[in-house]
């Protein structure tokens, strides 16, 4: 997978980063990428339709890895089709496609907010919401950490809520005397949405403290939590298999037990952090040959690619709805 840079907002961050080695430093300037709008045997013997022109997405770091995949694939049929992928956060994501107007597609790791649909409606932006798989949220900690296994519900509203705790030991007096140190997706994050509205909010917990360190990049949190003994952190099941060999997943116990994050519970439901992934494509978008092939692409290759990435596949009768919304849209705009 190609190397990512940081977002300018995480300019100095990013330099640090690329300093210490890190292959993949945030978000990505743009590169060739393609797609085909001919038939899947055109599309397995390398057929493309000579397009060119560019896409601009942004928005979810977990979904970024995906949609990065998918455009791989696309530009060996189509190289003259540049895809210029940003990774600003799922909120940051909507903030250029609602308001801003500038990326014809938006990656999310959790469903457009009111107040974002508002903006497109504002704007005159209409939308196709396409789910695209499932993630299991991953928690983890430091190879050194050894002893944090599992956590419960109780246990990370205890460090994570706005009352928080310190040290370990206040959690759970069986945890050792040592510092908590969270590394965490900041406030524009998907990521950061879904976790506080599965473990906070079903305790009247509107935020979690803000006294950590925060970063859209899941590769800066992958550093901090790798470097610091005793350091918490979270972000998308991809990427801990990106990383297995840097952090340790923790288990996560909802009431019934522990559960560890993987394909297999995140599709029995055992594990009960995960959640969808979606893809939004600007409607007039489609008036483009370019995006409307690469949105056809991206519909009929995520189910193979997925499972590679480190995701679960959406049911195929989501992205056969889905697919039909992209036809009916590209139909209409013709």
């Not at 189509?78 to 990774?87: A, F």
């Amino acid at each position: 997978m190609r190397s990512w840079r940081m977002a300018a907002v995480l300019a100095v961050v990013a330099l640090f980063a690329a300093a210490c080695g890190n292959p993949r430093d945030g978000v990505s300037s743009g590169r060739a990428d393609g797609a085909n709008s001919g038939d899947d045997a055109d599309r397995a013997n390398g057929g493309g339709n000579g397009l060119s022109g560019s896409i601009e997405i942004d928005g979810s770091s977990t979904v970024g890895p995906l949609t990065d995949a998918i455009a791989e694939e696309y530009a060996q049929q189509e190289p003259d089709v540049t895809v210029n992928l940003s990774i600003s956060g799922s909120g940051g994501g909507f903030e250029r496609f609602c308001n801003v107007g500038d990326t014809q597609i938006s990656n999310a790791s959790r469903p457009i907010k009111q107040e974002e649909a508002d903006a497109c409606a504002e704007n005159g932006i209409e939308f196709i919401e396409v789910r695209v798989g499932t993630d299991a949220l991953t928690m983890v900690t430091n190879n050194e950490t050894d002893w944090l296994e599992c956590l419960t519900t109780d246990e990370i509203v205890t460090f994570w809520g706005p009352e928080a705790a310190d040290n370990w030991s206040d959690v759970n007096r069986e945890f050792p005397d040592q510092d908590i140190t969270i590394f965490a997706p900041g406030t524009d994050s998907g990521t950061y949405d879904f976790f506080n509205e599965t473990v906070l909010e079903p305790n009247d917990i509107a935020e979690p403290r803000q006294d950590f360190n925060a970063s859209e990049d899941d590769n800066i949190i992958v550093q901090g939590v790798q470097g610091t003994p005793g350091s918490w952190g979270f972000f998308g099941f991809a990427y801990f298999q990106q990383n297995e060999d840097a952090v340790r997943a923790i288990a996560y116990d909802a009431g019934d037990g522990c559960v560890q994050p993987s394909m297999e519970t995140a599709q029995d439901d055992s594990y009960k952090l995960t959640r969808p992934l979606f893809i939004y494509v600007k409607e007039s978008a489609l008036d483009d040959e370019h995006v409307a092939d690469f949105v056809t692409f991206y519909l009929d290759t995520v189910n193979e690619v997925i499972e590679d990435v480190g995701y679960i596949p959406a049911p195929e009768e989501v992205i056969a709805d889905a697919k039909q919304k992209v036809e009916e849209a590209i139909a209409s705009a013709g």
